[in-house]
């Protein structure tokens, strides 16, 4: 059987119809697939890169990473590379600032390959999944008391303009856990972040050692668009190449999502084509559970990739597109409050439409505590009757409320000031716990009635006599 023979010499085409925005339009190509490589010279032999996004006999469309600026259409050579899009990857990646392409940018030492891999990556055979188990202990109450986190899940994190998620993201990164004995990294794909933001988390993690374990992918809000596109997909690349290679417990962060969304929508607008709900692609649903879906465990292997990912909700508008198909395919989220932050609290996270999905596969004895579950529900149950009272009080008056509603109007106080905000403090799982009971022991202990008895007589710490 005859072999494929590729060209060893690669064809420049000069033959460039138009440029749209990020894209490029090649006439008169032959033997162009979709996905591949393309370098485009310039005439002063500067070299930009690109990849097809789509290609038929005479046609092809290619998306450029650097950006069009400056590309004459007349003299400008396409050069395809037979090859997709691959990335670099090595465990010295750790500790390292890179683009949104994966090139050094941190003026380090170069990096020596241990493999080039398709940043496309392989997709999970589903019979090779294995079911997300144990936690990641985020140092956040709400997080791990509430909506825990567990290895190989993906849980995004919905924001709002002007809300602390970058102070809350670089807080989880510094003070995320595992058990101990066992290898932990987190890649960090920040998108269409500002130069403020960038060197907020630059700072903080070199400040905090965190930088050690961080593999840091940046694209800048004034970088080309496009780049955006790839960041998550070189991010998740070195995370499986991490996980799947060396054994680690991998936490992928992205952020913001709604800047790569944007990124996709700007790129279909520039292809004319036919657009979706609030002029997003049809196509985004399944664009984002290509990334999303590249979280998990396999069977035979120690590693696992779970991922949080940041996304701004415009107009704070849950049922918007973007998270709203990010709630399709995620396993739950963990929702900010804008009116906890004007309040004071911080980190603003409001547990009721917080939701995690496979939490008890992450808790019990064992893993957590044995009256995790038990813990949880009942915090969960005392602050939601809270919170409806408050909108009772401000009809009818304080006074009007019965002694035992008092006192649940009280524990809805305490908890948003002692268990929700707990600023820049590091809480393990004991001393949440610990927060738990002590809230808890303010109600009537015959209202415990969604924990069992022998957690109260064995955990419950007594009202003093005065």
């Known amino acids: 059987m005859a072999k494929r023979k590729f060209s060893l010499i690669q064809k420049d085409y000069q033959t460039i119809n138009y440029v749209s925005g990020p894209l490029v339009f090649v006439e008169n190509v032959k033997g162009v697939s979709y996905g591949e490589m393309v ?16 290609s038929s006999e005479k046609l092809a469309v290619v998306q450029v990473f650097e950006g069009t600026e400056g590309i004459d ?20 990646l750790l500790g390292r600032i890179l683009s949104g392409a994966g090139e050094p940018i941190d003026g380090g030492p170069k990096i020596l390959p241990e493999e080039r891999l398709e940043i496309i990556g392989s997709p ?60 932990f990294a987190i890649v960090f794909g920040a998108m269409g972040i500002t130069h403020r933001e960038a060197a907020f988390f630059t700072k903080d993690f070199e400040r905090t050692g965190a930088l050690d374990r961080v593999v840091f992918f940046l694209n800048l809000a004034d970088d080309p668009t496009i780049e955006r596109i790839i960041t998550p997909r070189c991010a998740l690349t070195v995370a499986e190449f991490l996980a799947f290679k060396y054994d680690m417990q991998v936490l992928v962060v992205l952020t913001d999502m709604t800047n790569y969304c944007e990124a996709l929508r700007e ?22 559970s290509m990334l999303y879906e590249r979280a998990g465990r396999i069977k035979g292997k120690k590693g696992s990739i779970t991922q949080l990912m940041i996304l701004t909700m415009p107009d704070d508008d849950i049922t918007h597109p973007i998270p ?51 813990v949880a529900d009942q915090l969960y149950a005392a602050y939601a009757q809270g919170r409806d009272l408050r909108r009772l009080v401000s009809i009818i008056g304080e006074e009007a409320l019965a002694e035992r509603d008092r006192i649940y109007l009280k524990f809805a106080d305490d908890f948003e000031q002692i268990y929700i905000s707990q600023g820049a403090h590091n809480r393990d799982i004991e001393e949440t716990f610990g927060i738990s009971w002590e809230l808890l022991s303010m109600l009537p202990v015959e209202d415990l009635k969604r924990i069992k008895k022998e957690y109260i007589d064995k955990y419950q710490i007594k009202k003093s006599e005065s």
């Open 39 to 54: 370098d485009i010279i310039s005439t002063n032999s500067h070299k930009k890169r690109g990849q097809v996004l789509e």
């Open 73 to 92: 259409v007349d003299r400008t050579k396409v050069r395809f590379t037979e090859e997709v899009a691959k990335i670099d990857v090595s465990a010295d």
């Open 124 to 183: 999970i055979n589903p019979y090779a999944r294995q079911e997300p188990s144990d936690f990641i202990q985020t140092g956040i109450s709400s997080i791990d008391g509430l909506n825990t986190l567990v290895r190989g899940q993906k849980l995004p994190i919905f924001s709002g303009s002007g809300l602390p998620a970058n102070e809350l993201t670089a807080q989880i990164i510094r003070q995320a856990r595992v058990k101990s004995g066992e290898e």
């Open 267 to 288: 790129i279909s607008t520039a292809r004319e084509e036919v657009p979706g709900r609030r002029g997003y692609p049809g196509y985004m649903y399944t664009d984002l």
């Open 324 to 374: 709203d198909l990010t709630g399709y395919i995620t396993e739950g989220q963990i929702v900010l409050s804008r009116h906890l932050h004007r309040r004071g609290v911080y980190p603003p996270i409001d547990v009721l439409p917080c939701l995690s999905r496979l939490m008890n596969m992450g808790i019990g004895e064992g893993k957590t505590r044995e009256d995790h579950r038990n």
